[in-house]
């Protein structure tokens, strides 16, 4: 996420009520989770094991609950509670913005594209051209929508991420100030949910397409021409590369990368990052050959201990 106007690192301090290491004009531009982090940008950690990987990130201004040693051209956030106080940047910068009609007056529709009745459009939401958005979806403040994309009923864009912290008197929730994009000539099937980013975007690439009942959680980047069967679920933060298909009901963990033109079977759980070009199956999740021969292998075994007994 980006700031509307350059920040400097007091403004941020003042805004967060929290004491700093830097120079009072130290630039800030933006705020983003660690795996889309760039210059200028503020990163938060609160837990000793991820000290060392946000000090060295790209980000220039750490949000951390220890005063360490500040490396070399960056600034330092020095907050009791670095989740809560990233909360309060994501509520200044992007605050909830009541919707009064429908369709908002500030969304804006493309030419040829054709809105069905008791469809929600959002704040600030961009549809292309020549789409066709079907009954009763919903889309999220902020979300961007290319040309030719059908959106079949029952869907909703950009709701929140699911990112809790566990605190003692319950589960505190990570805000999302992120939004969704949605290239040209994807097509969404009926009752699928797309999470909009944390603090950057949801991207599903040019030529995709989902079919029913497909969850694709915060962050996560699908890439061109991919196939996702129904019920499918993807967490948060993962990249599916071009031309990959997930067949029906393949659960997918956060963090990990499927490479291009990779073919998973159904029921599939994925645990970690695949190679492209090859075919998927079982949980946990190995090449499909070798997987569907040991289940063969498995199915031996009450033979082979008859033949023991006997001997």
Known sequence: ???????????????????YVGSDDFAVLGMNEIHVVESGDIVFVDHPKYY???????????????????????ALLISEDPFS?????????KPFEKSVNSIAASAKIGEGTVIQPNVYLGNNVEIGANCLIHANVAIYDGCSIGDNVTIHSGSVLGSDAFYFK?????????????????QNNVEIGAGCT?????????IIGE???????????HDTIIGKKCLIAAQCGIAGCVVI?????LWGQVGVTSAIRIGKGAIVLAQTGI???????????????EEARKKLKQMADVKKIPSILEKLKQQ
Do not use: H, W
């Open 1 to 19: 996420m980006k700031f509307p106007t350059t920040y400097t690192l007091k403004q941020i301090a003042e805004i967060l009520g929290v004491e």
């Open 52 to 74: 060392d990987k946000a000090l060295t990130c790209k980000a220039t201004t750490v949000l951390i609950n220890k005063k360490v040693d500040c490396p070399e051209g960056k």
């Open 85 to 93: 106080d990233f909360n309060k940047l994501t509520q200044f910068f």
């Open 166 to 182: 566990n605190r003692p008197e319950g589960f505190d929730k990570l805000k999302s100030g992120g939004t969704i994009v949605i």
């Open 194 to 202: 797309i999470d909009k980013g944390v603090t950057g975007s949801t």
């Open 207 to 217: 030529g995709t397409k989902l079919d029913n009942q497909v969850q694709v959680g």
């Open 241 to 245: 590369e071009d031309e990959v298909t």
């Open 271 to 285: 645990s970690k990052s695949l190679a492209g070009g090859k075919t998927y199956f079982g949980s946990p999740v």
